[in-house]
């Protein structure tokens, strides 16, 4: 969300105004960085879930190749709706 606002500031914005820095819009980028970096600072408190915690660190590793095989198995090309699992 913050690096769309960025986005939007940015390219709905000049940077100057005639000759003048559009100070407007450095203010309006200052507040968005602002905010990620108050959010930055905070600790979270999450409580970890272990059965949650050990599925995330203990994730299996699936290469590259299997995945695309997989996902053609799903769903062939050229398939037709009904023929997608």
Known sequence: ?????????????PDLIGEEI??????????????VLLYQQRPYMIPVLE?????LTEFPFVGEKDLYNLSLRHEPRNAL???IK
Not at 51 to 55: A, L, N, S
């Open 1 to 13: 969300m913050y690096l769309t606002d960025l986005t939007f500031i940015e390219d709905g914005n």
């Open 22 to 35: 559009n100070f407007q819009k450095r203010k309006m980028v200052f507040k968005v960085i602002q905010e």
């Open 51 to 55: 059965p949650v915690r050990t599925f």
């Open 81 to 83: 709706p009904n023929q």
